[in-house]
T-cell receptor
Framework: KAGVTQTPRYLIKTRGQQVTLSCSPI?????VSWYQQTPGQGLQFLFE???????NKGNFPGRFSGRQFSNSRSEMNVSTLELGDSALYLC?????????????FGPGTRLLVL | AQTVTQSQPEMSVQEAETVTLSCTYD???????LFWYKQPPSRQMILVIR??????QNATENRFSVNFQKAAKSFSLKISDSQLGDAAMYFC????????????FGTGTRLKVLA
């Protein structure tokens, strides 16, 4: 089974721009979660999508948004980029049904905002 | 709101020795799951071990075991016979069983294994 894939792997943007990141979950998985990872803050939960609906949301400003398509692929969009948005963005997939199930993480997209 | 705290930003262990990584959490819930995830350098995060809060028995996976103290809200990870491949960031995570199953992660502990 192919793992979770994320594209692109690296991005450099400037302040004020917007960016879209993509995540393809493991085949059959209906849940995709997004996290922001920074050295000081660890992993912070952004949001989770399950069957095309946002099921969970973290404490991030409205500049961070996402969506999920019918094939479970998910995109995350950040508008009006700020220097503080520089981070590794991870997505994780699971079936989304059992709370004890494993999340499978992608390799991440490293975003640098200049 | 739930919180997860990993108070050790970095730890070192000699190869073949044992090391314990600490994690404490705060919650008012009685039922939940706890996880340890490992993130090797430049590699993907993987699950190491999980613990159901309603189970008193500590989870074990080969050289990895936990010390789960529910009353103290403590969930430490013990790595026995440490190997060079254990070098990684380790994240403790809490998952609520009420509402929408949100995950909360700690800030991580970087483990160095010395040859």
């Amino acid at each position: 089974k192919a793992g979770v894939t994320q594209t692109p792997r690296y991005l450099i943007k400037t302040r004020g721009q917007q960016v879209t990141l993509s995540c393809s979950p493991i085949s059959g998985h209906r849940s995709v979660s997004w996290y922001q990872q920074t050295p000081g803050q660890g992993l912070q939960f952004l949001f989770e999508y399950f069957s095309e609906t946002q099921r969970n949301k973290g404490n991030f400003p409205g500049r961070f948004s996402g969506r999920q398509f019918s094939n479970s692929r998910s995109e995350m969009n950040v508008s009006t980029l700020e220097l503080g948005d520089s981070a590794l963005y991870l997505c994780a997939s699971s079936s989304g049904i059992l709370p004890q199930e494993t999340q499978y993480f992608g390799p991440g997209t490293r975003l640098l905002v200049l | 709101a739930q919180t997860v705290t990993q108070s050790q930003p970095e730890m070192s262990v000699q190869e073949a020795e044992t090391v314990t990584l600490s994690c404490t959490y705060d919650t008012s819930e009685s039922d939940y799951y706890l996880f340890w995830y490992k993130q090797p350098p430049s590699r993907q995060m993987i699950l190491v071990i999980r613990q159901e809060a309603y189970k008193q028995q500590n989870a074990t996976e080969n050289r990895f075991s936990v010390n789960f103290q529910k009353a103290a809200k403590s969930f430490s990870l013990k790595i026995s016979d440490s190997q060079l491949g254990d070098a990684a960031m380790y994240f403790c995570a809490y998952r609520s069983l009420t509402g929408t199953y949100k995950y909360i992660f700690g800030t991580g502990t970087r483990l160095k294994v010395l040859a």
